[in-house]
């Protein structure tokens, strides 16, 4: 009940981006599931291996990334990191911004660990400071 309270207290302007950011880790979490990813990536027009240029607007990459943040905490799913950077490369889009969403390995010991992150131009967007120590092997771009 809390948790409703203070999304209703949020400004008009952050209550809507969040639920379009649930709405699109829903989309993104679908498409992920029942497609292989290249088609996944037609299907959005995702460009693997393109890094994104374009107008960046820190103020909206900000809001983006607070929202997707919000709604990945939220939805009856667990959210994870690629649903939530594709879900931001998809709203930022969306508003005519650049967007790449960055994909890395970390070997911790003997185990190989991935990790999705989205920047607008140089602004971090989701994951980012998870990202440390990550080694990108792939960007796809909006």
Do not use: N, Y
């Not at 950011?21 to 959005?44: K, M, N, T």
């Not at 185990?111 to 990550?134: D, M, N, Q």
């Amino acid at each position: 009940m809390a948790a409703l309270a203070r999304f209703f207290a949020l400004p008009g302007p952050e209550r809507r981006c969040t639920c379009e950011a649930a709405l699109l880790l829903l989309v993104v979490r679908v498409a992920l599931a029942l497609l292989p990813l290249p088609r996944a990536l037609r299907l959005f027009d995702i460009a693997q291996g393109a890094t994104s240029s374009g107008r960046v607007d820190p103020e909206q990459a900000a809001l983006v990334g607070r929202a997707v943040t919000r709604a990945a905490r939220h939805v009856p799913f667990r959210a994870v990191c690629l649903q939530q950077a594709f879900a931001a490369l998809l709203m930022l889009r969306r508003r005519g911004l650049a967007a790449t969403v960055h994909f890395g390995l970390l070997r911790d010991g003997g185990e190989l660990k991935a990790h999705a992150w989205s920047r607008s131009g140089e602004i971090p967007v989701t994951g980012v400071a998870a990202a440390r120590g990550f080694t990108p092997i792939a960007a796809f771009a909006a």
